[in-house]
């Protein structure tokens, strides 16, 4: 049995022409059509809902609260039925017709198949010089890491046996769009694969999803794949941050000496409001980007956010001791001037990331 996934978000206006297309073409095919669809402000849920009531065949998965291609697919996926799954667009611009050809290729060899833009007859159709470098980049990068290649591992329209997926379904990924890529990378370099050519059609209504969140989700993931178990992701992301923060320091040092200056040379008092009003700029605007970026998925909202900030505030002082304290030993010790320095903030860092995980990001 066929299992097709169609992950939805605001595709109301797709879905009613796209049902009765997949259809026609599996007639001959024992299958199941299944919904996932992420609470749609459109509605795509609730007319979903009344073409599966017309149709016995199709099921709507309506997720609350949550966001997301891969873990829509990854969650179709563990609730179908079919020991063949697959996965496409709800939008119109894969091709239903190569639905048998993936069911039969995986049928016949186990593995995977892939609908494929860059075998030779597929295309990706009408896009701009833009998107298709990116894509070319993207999948250039993403081959390799990939245990088993394929010309097109980013696509959205495949099909795989149910063993082969539940093999590495606990290793996979659930964020962004690279559900097929994830797949890829973790699974055994004998895995069959076929590909099979069609053009990426343009999409019918609404638009894509393929948001900037998502493109750096996705080198985000690159890097978790390949160095991540050295240096982790979240460690990088704190210092990524921490770099913006020496950014933003300097700056509003620099706006807050020329107030408290009055125009005449800065005073002692001066300097220091200045420095102190630095630090604390540069503190809020790490805690806010940390909290919207590198600790995103365990974002503290309300009281829980002043708390967090409170602790992040009581974390960069004793960072700042931390940081002194080294450097100071160092330096004692006869190690260079700059060694000493760069070694303590090193410190300094590595202590701010390590109590901010353990105290103010305490689910991350
Ligand atoms: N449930 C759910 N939740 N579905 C989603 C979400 C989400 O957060 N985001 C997107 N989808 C659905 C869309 O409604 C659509 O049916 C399908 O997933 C693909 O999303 P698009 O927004 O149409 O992506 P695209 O056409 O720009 O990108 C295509 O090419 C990429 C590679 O270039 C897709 O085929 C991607 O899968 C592919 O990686
Ligand atoms: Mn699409």
């Known amino acids: 049995m066929l299992s097709l996934i169609l992950p939805t978000y605001n595709e109301a206006e797709n879905i009613p022409d796209l049902l009765p297309k997949i259809r026609s073409v599996l007639k001959g095919i024992p299958h199941e059509v299944i919904?996932?669809?992420d609470d749609s402000p459109d509605g795509t849920w609730r007319i979903a809902q009344q073409i599966a009531h017309d149709l016995g065949d199709v099921h709507v998965i309506r997720r609350i609260g949550r966001r997301g291609l891969s873990s829509a697919v990854i969650e179709g996926f563990l609730s179908a039925k079919g020991d063949v799954l697959a996965v496409m667009d709800a939008d119109g611009q894969h091709d239903v017709a190569?639905?048998?050809?993936l069911h039969a290729a995986v049928a016949e060899h186990g593995g995977i198949a892939i609908g494929s833009r860059y075998v030779s007859g597929g295309s990706v159709g009408e896009w701009d010089e833009r998107r298709y470098m990116l894509?070319?980049?993207?999948t250039r990068m993403a081959l390799a890491l990939c245990a088993v290649k394929a010309k097109d591992p980013m696509s959205g329209f495949?099909?795989?046996d149910r063993t082969s997926f539940e093999e590495v379904l606990p290793r996979l990924n659930p964020k962004g769009f690279k559900i097929l890529l994830d797949l890829l990378v973790h699974m055994p370099k004998t895995t069959p694969v076929t590909e099979s050519p069609f053009i990426f059609a343009t999409r019918r209504h609404g638009e894509s999803k393929l948001s900037r969140r998502v493109q750096l989700e996705f080198l985000e993931y690159l890097y978790d794949v390949s160095f991540?178990?050295?240096i982790p992701l979240t460690f990088v992301k704190y210092c990524i941050v921490g770099g913006f923060g020496v950014g933003v320091h300097l700056t509003s040092y620099?706006?807050?000496?020329?107030f408290f200056a009055h125009g005449l040379p800065?005073?002692?008092t001066g300097f220091s409001l200045a420095l102190l009003g630095?630090?604390?700029?540069?503190?809020?605007?790490?805690?806010?980007?940390?909290?919207l970026w590198t600790f995103a998925h365990a974002k503290l909202q309300g009281m829980g956010m002043v708390k967090g900030f409170l602790k992040y505030n009581l974390a960069c002082g004793f960072g700042a001791l931390a940081n002194y304290a080294v450097s100071t030993y160092l330096y004692s010790y006869g190690l260079g001037e700059i060694t000493s320095v760069i070694v303590g903030a090193c410190a300094g860092i590595v202590w701010n990331y390590t109590m901010s995980r353990a105290f103010a990001w305490k689910n991350a």
């Not at 620099?254 to 020329?258: F, V, W």
């Open 35 to 37: 919904i996932v669809d």
């Open 98 to 101: 190569l639905l048998t050809t």
């Open 135 to 138: 894509s070319r980049i993207a």
């Open 158 to 160: 495949f099909a795989v």
């Open 228 to 230: 991540g178990n050295w």
């Open 254 to 258: 620099k706006l807050l000496s020329i």
């Open 266 to 268: 800065l005073t002692e």
């Open 278 to 291: 630095a630090i604390e700029t540069a503190i809020i605007f790490n805690f806010w980007l940390n909290n």
